[in-house]
């Protein structure tokens, strides 16, 4: 591939995601020591100025390490061995949940969610009643499920776990927090976890945990071994020096300061609306060529979109728009391998980018021997562009 092309490369997958400049040039500063007061002030500031965006009364934990180690720590932290949890499956990334829940001998109830669905109320409600008389010590949930393009609604599902149970509510948040509102207290969610290569903007290797005052004293009391995912040590730590326990990415952090200071300048409602803007505008090009997609309007995430493409391959699509555009999508995970391409449209993405894909999918299209819609795409994607700015 030349050098133009590397220069001028689209990255549109479910993370990681594109990085800011201002962002990238907040990570070049010079380093500084995670035990100096530059580091304290830094970390506090990130920490707090969070907040919002997780919907939490406390400062948000952040640990160095992929966003499946911020899952382990929720479960490591909360679970014991032998503790029944239920887990709500509806795609690859609750299916790892459950299996981390597994791996530490929690006794895991599997809610099993059609691919390419949201879990229901009712569903989960019917699921407990049918577990009536176990102990369920925690109900994890996928928020946004990567893998389908699919968002749970959150606060119905935290709403049914309080009225049924007195179980912790633990949410993988990793690909929608950032994007999409979120109250912990509201939504009666206890532990809610990120990472920094999805809506966050900032390159892998960030993980987030926000805690709701249940959650708090969860880990607090937990007894369960753990050492370099023991968030009581990361808790007390920030509370005491205003640090983290082991030598944290301090760079990454400095990044992430540069993404609270560009969510403040937009403001947050308004990265919240923009997210929604560029699910509608992508979902009505994909129609408006023929291509189905795999969810629901109402099922639908504002950050990632899944296509199954009929009578065309959907990784030969993928391919094309790599080796011709420059643009990088993802494939399906585990049952949908081979099936659906999935395009990400988080953090760092504009209306506009929107239509790079599109129009890059019209001519893929052509490509493939469909009756040309050169134009159509776009047309229509701006035309919900024009009527929600
Ligand atoms: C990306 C993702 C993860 C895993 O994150 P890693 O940083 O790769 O460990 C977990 N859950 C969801 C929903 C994701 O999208």
Redesign the pocket.
């Known amino acids: 591939m030349s050098s133009l092309y590397l220069d001028q490369s689209y990255l549109f997958t479910?993370?990681p995601t594109p990085i800011p400049n201002v962002v990238n040039a907040a990570m070049a500063r010079p380093m500084i020591g995670h035990r100096s007061p530059d580091f304290s002030v830094l970390i506090e500031d990130v920490a707090t100025r969070l907040q919002p965006v997780f919907g939490t009364k406390h400062p948000v934990m952040i640990l160095t390490?992929?966003?499946?180690?911020?899952?382990e720590a929720a479960v490591v932290n909360t679970v014991h061995e032998g503790d029944h949890a239920i887990v709500i499956v509806a795609?690859s990334?609750g299916d790892?949940?459950a299996s981390i829940a597994k791996n530490y001998g929690a006794t895991v109830h599997r809610l099993s969610i059609e691919w390419g669905k949201s879990c229901s109320t009712e569903q989960l409600e019917a699921f407990i009643d049918s577990l009536s008389g176990t102990p369920i010590k925690a109900v994890f949930g996928?928020?946004?499920?990567?893998?389908t393009g699919v968002l749970n609604p959150i606060h119905a599902l935290g709403t049914v776990v309080k009225q049924k149970t007195d179980a912790l509510f633990i949410v993988?948040?990793?690909?929608?927090i950032g994007a999409v509102p979120v109250d912990m207290e509201q939504d009666n969610i206890d532990l809610l976890?990120?990472?920094?290569?999805?809506a966050l903007m900032l390159p892998?290797g960030l993980?987030f945990v926000a805690v709701s005052d249940r959650g708090l004293q969860a880990i607090r009391e937990c007894p369960e071994r753990r050492f370099y995912l023991d968030l009581k040590r990361y808790v007390d730590t920030y509370e005491k020096q205003k640090s983290t326990p082991f030598t944290p990415a301090v760079s990454l952090i400095q990044g992430a300061q540069a993404v609270c200071d560009m969510i403040e300048e937009e403001g947050w409602d308004n990265v919240i609306k923009r997210h929604l803007l560029l699910r509608d505008m992508m979902r009505a090009g994909i129609r408006e060529l023929g291509l189905p997609l795999l969810t629901s309007d109402a099922d639908a995430s504002p950050t990632?979109t899944a296509v199954k493409p009929e009578g065309l391959s959907a990784p030969d699509i993928q391919k094309a728009l790599k080796k011709d555009f420059s643009i990088t999508i993802a494939g399906g995970q585990k049952d949908l391998k081979g099936k659906i391409f999935r395009i990400g449209h988080m953090g760092y993405c504009t209306p506009f980018d929107v239509l790079k894909v599109l129009s890059a999918l019209e001519m893929t299209l052509a490509k493939f021997g469909q009756a040309p819609r050169f134009g159509s795409a776009v047309k229509k994607a701006e035309e919900v562009y024009v009527q929600h700015v």
Request: charged share 10%.
């Open positions: 479910p993370g390490s992929s966003g499946t180690s911020a899952l795609g990334f790892r949940l996928t928020f946004n499920e990567t893998s993988d948040g990793v690909s929608c976890v990120t990472s920094s290569q999805k892998p993980a990632v």
